[in-house]
Nanobody, 120 residues
Framework: VQLQACGGGLVQPGGSLRLSCAAS????????QGWYRQAPGKQRELVAS???????NYADSVKGRFTISRDNAKNTVYLQMNRLKPEDTAIYYC???????????????WGQGTQVTVSS
């Protein structure tokens, strides 16, 4: 199973970006998809995620600006980021729990990361 994240780039403050993370490989089911980020010199932090019950969680710093969504048919999770700020600059990673077969166990997978830079 591989998670491929894309959509990062350079954007001016106040701008928008949409990140995508597509999962490929042997996938029976996915759950608790999420986005994390890591800025230089800082620890990786949760940005947004789905819970096992399909509710959503957001970091306080992005509430009202970022929206997580998913397309289960495409095994893809998205992060719409609006009103971006310089402090949103980081490498963004996607994460998901994946069950590879009906009777298998849930396993944790990470994407490779995509750089988001917010600067004028």
């Amino acid at each position: 199973v591989q998670l491929q994240a894309c959509g990062g780039g350079l954007v001016q403050p106040g701008g928008s970006l949409r990140l995508s993370c597509a999962a490929s490989g042997s996938i029976f089911s996915m759950n608790r998809q999420g986005w994390y980020r890591q800025a230089p010199g800082k620890q990786r932090e949760l940005v947004a995620s789905f819970t096992s019950g399909s509710s959503t969680n957001y970091a306080d710093s992005v509430k009202g600006r970022f929206t997580i969504s998913r397309d289960n048919a495409k095994n893809t999770v998205y992060l719409q980021m609006n009103r971006l700020k310089p402090e949103d600059t980081a490498i963004y990673y996607c994460n998901a729990d994946v069950k590879m077969t009906r009777w298998g166990t849930w396993r944790d997978f990470w994407g490779q990361g995509t750089q988001v830079t917010v600067s004028s």
